[in-house]
């Protein structure tokens, strides 16, 4: 169990970490660029983050779960409860805001973008406040878990 919590842990703080870097980090530095410019970078980044953001999701997820589960009750299954309600919410608001909107920019021309792109950029950047949010809460209640099972 010690071999998986470590290597969960790894994953959804990466996975954290990730989230925090591209919605904190990223985005408004990508805001100060002009149009053309921030369109080719965002389409590049949407690129790059559909093959990287599910190669953390997913084992985090899974590996999350296999916690949960073979913790069973042990010290700090609230915590590892509230924990996974986070990660769900991550993995809903993905899956239901910010990859459907990811679809439509990696096909978007940086010549002629669409007329409402801005609007669009606008909403992802709501949306992925939700979700770098909710994995950022997630990890840090697995941590707090962590210390309940192990204290």
Excluded: C
Excluded at 19 to 37: C, H, K, N, S, Y
């Amino acid at each position: 169990m010690s071999v998986l919590l470590v290597v969960q842990l790894v994953l959804v703080g990466l996975l954290a970490g990730e989230e925090f870097i591209v919605r904190w980090g990223v985005q408004p530095a990508m805001a100060t660029l002009p149009d053309q410019v921030h369109l080719r970078t965002r389409i590049a980044l949407v690129k790059s983050l559909k093959v990287v953001v599910p190669i953390l999701m997913v084992p985090a997820v899974l590996a999350s779960v296999a916690v949960l589960v073979l913790s069973g009750g042990d010290g700090g299954l609230g915590w590892r409860i509230a924990a996974m309600v986070a990660l769900v919410v991550f993995v809903l608001a993905s899956f239901l805001g910010t990859v459907p909107i990811n679809i439509r920019v990696n096909d978007w021309d940086p010549e002629r973008p669409p007329a409402d792109w801005k609007r669009v950029v606008r909403r992802w950047e709501r949306i992925d406040v939700l979700r770098s949010t909710a994995a950022g809460v997630a990890f840090v209640l697995f941590v707090a878990g962590l210390v309940q099972l192990r204290g």
